[in-house]
């Protein structure tokens, strides 16, 4: 699998003026998990800056309970205060991390920007210990690029 490869699809998908915004975004959510093997959930936490809180827009994968997150709390939030990539290889290490099913072994989470301020993150959970590297960020922090798009 190769990142560039992805890329056109990436712009194809949000570039359908058929769908609206959040359909975009779960076809894009679709499109990383099928293309991506140790996807297995993927999905976009939005901000409400005035609460200080995510809250969960598209999404594939198992089900969550966590649709609204703090500020602060697990890896989302923590992204939400740092505005910073967070990668994190092993949930079981980590002392601030929101379980979501004994299945997550792994977690990457890149903000999203739009005009400079912090709008929301892609979370990605996957089954499989410590897969994620460099070139998931660089490949994540572009498709939040083309996200940013939707919303300017």
């Known amino acids: ?14 570039d359908d003026t058929s769908a609206d915004r959040d359909t975009k975004l779960k076809n894009l959510c679709q499109f990383l998990s099928d293309n991506v093997s140790y996807y297995n959930w993927v999905g976009f936490y939005f901000a409400n800056h005035d609460t200080k809180t995510l809250h969960l827009g598209p999404y594939v994968g198992a089900e969550t309970d966590h649709t609204v997150i703090p500020f602060g709390k697990g890896i989302c939030g923590q992204v939400a205060e740092s505005n910073a990539n967070f990668v ?10 929101i379980a979501c099913s004994f299945t997550v072994k792994s977690e990457i989470v890149v903000p999203l920007f739009v005009d400079g301020k912090n709008i929301g993150q892609i979370d990605i959970d996957s089954h499989v210990l410590d897969p994620f590297t460099e070139a998931d960020e660089r490949f994540l922090e572009f498709v939040n690029i083309e996200v940013a798009k939707l919303f300017q």
């Open 1 to 14: 699998m190769n990142f560039e490869e992805l890329k056109p699809n990436v712009i194809k998908i949000l």
């Open 88 to 97: 994190v290889p092993d949930v079981s290490a980590q002392d601030n991390y």
